[in-house]
């Protein structure tokens, strides 16, 4: 008799406060895990865009070297590959395109179009826009990958003046 009564007097944890910690211990652990997976996917996909964007910048510096001394007309308008490894899985494409700057006129408003002023204006502001429209071209770069089931990119550009274009007087 005397042990049924020691046992009762002993203290302890009844079954209901074990299963309400361990309750509080699996939800905890459960959003240390969701925290520290979501921090393992934002720096996988940092470390991606790292890649990428260092493979933009060494491609597009490609590109300018090939540009370099060359006039429009001797480049290929596009132009595609992949990347040697490790970095295989990526592949780039690049397109150049001509600028066409609207003549947005040099004069200051009135009608300048009976006045000799007005007309020399005009073919300035024609002839300096046309010429900046043939000596300027967009490189567009663009770099791509796959992630997961699907296809990701990532593009910059750049501006390309052709500071030898000649100067074509008059219309």
Do not use: C
Not at 70 to 81: H, I, L, Q, R, Y
Not at 142 to 163: A, C, D, H, P, Q
Request: net charge neutral.
């Amino acid at each position: 008799m005397e042990t049924k009564s020691r046992l009762r007097n002993q203290d302890g944890f009844t079954l209901l406060e074990v299963m309400v910690a361990l309750t509080i211990m699996i939800i905890a652990f459960a959003s240390i895990f969701v925290i520290q997976d979501n921090s393992i996917t934002a720096t996988n996909r940092a470390r991606e865009m790292n890649v990428v964007s260092m493979l933009a910048r060494n491609q597009m510096t490609e590109i300018e070297y090939k540009l370099e001394g060359k006039t429009f007309d001797e480049m290929k308008k596009e132009d595609g590959g992949t990347f040697a490894a490790p970095y295989e899985k990526y592949r780039w494409q690049s397109k150049i395109t001509e600028l066409n700057f609207p003549n947005l006129g040099m004069g200051g408003g009135g009608d300048k179009s009976k006045s000799a002023a007005g007309g020399i204006e005009e073919m300035v502001s024609r002839t300096v826009f046309k010429h900046l429209s043939k000596s300027t071209r967009e490189v567009a770069l663009t770099i791509y990958w796959k992630r997961g089931s699907g296809e990701m990119n990532f593009s910059v550009s750049n501006l390309w003046v052709n500071l030898n274009q000649e100067l074509v007087l008059g219309e």
